[in-house]
């Protein structure tokens, strides 16, 4: 069973358009470390740049345009209409209620929400007893929601990952900056102790700034999908019950 794709619901132009921006965005940043530091007077992204060193800046570059497809990729994977579609829903119904219950399993069968998957595992062993299709049911269940909350993991991982690139950026920063006062004859000025300063201030910022959301948005999103899954579970349950008066 594959599970549904939701980049199918993008517009190809507008995943061109991403995927076009996040080159420039690439580019771009690449022409910076090449120039070298920016003037006075530098905006905050030049002067955050110039702040992580190229390094540091690349690798938050590619996380957060990670972190931003992961986000809509997994919001749209967690929609209610992922989970339990009203159409097949009532296309069910409508079908048993007229008899139909062949129209109602071909209507499961060729669905590939999660209700749709459950279902349709129970029903391919409904004929063994109720038992047999609960369980299997349970099954296909339990490997829809790994395939979520293994999609899902990556924000986690995310949220993980930054803070610790972060924090390595801060140890580097410092084991610079004592490093200078360490090889001077005599006490430096501050402005020879100033970069390695702020690059572990900055690196310490931007890990923080990319692993509170994806936390964050992690934590919404699991609990929505386990609300979805509780929900779908007791649909599949009583579509079952109503297909059961019409196995031979």
């Excluded at 965005?25 to 030049?46: F, H, K, R, Y």
């Excluded at 992580?52 to 690798?59: D, E, M, S």
């Excluded at 931007?206 to 007791?234: K, S």
Aim: aromatic residues 6%.
């Amino acid at each position: 069973m594959q599970l549904y794709s939701p980049f199918s619901k993008i517009p190809f132009s507008l995943r061109t358009t991403v995927a076009a921006s996040a080159s420039w965005l690439v580019c771009s940043t690449a022409t910076w470390a090449q120039d070298g530091p920016a003037p006075a007077g530098q905006n905050m992204l030049v002067k955050t740049w110039v702040a992580l060193g190229p390094p540091y800046a690349i690798t938050f570059l590619i996380m957060s345009i990670i972190l931003v497809a992961l986000i809509v990729r997994s919001i749209l994977a967690v929609q209610r209409s992922n989970f339990i579609p009203d159409d097949l829903v009532q296309g069910i119904e409508a079908n048993l209620a007229e008899k139909n219950a062949q129209a109602a399993v071909d209507l499961v069968q060729a669905d590939e929400s999660f209700l749709g998957q459950v279902l349709g595992a129970g029903l391919g062993k409904l004929q063994k007893g109720k038992e047999a299709a609960m369980e299997s049911m349970q099954i296909a269940g339990e490997s829809e929601i790994m395939k979520l909350e293994h999609m899902l993991s990556y924000l986690a991982l995310i949220g993980n990952i930054a803070p610790m690139v972060g924090l390595l950026g801060t140890v580097q920063g410092m084991v610079a900056s004592f490093g200078q006062i360490a090889s001077s004859p005599q006490t430096p000025k501050p402005n020879e102790l100033a970069g390695g300063i702020e690059q572990a201030l900055y690196t310490t910022l931007v890990g923080l700034l990319l692993a509170i959301p994806a936390i964050v948005i992690y934590n919404i999103l699991r609990n929505l999908v386990q609300r979805h899954v509780l929900t779908a579970g007791a649909q599949s349950e009583d579509l079952l019950e109503k297909f059961q008066p019409f196995v031979k």
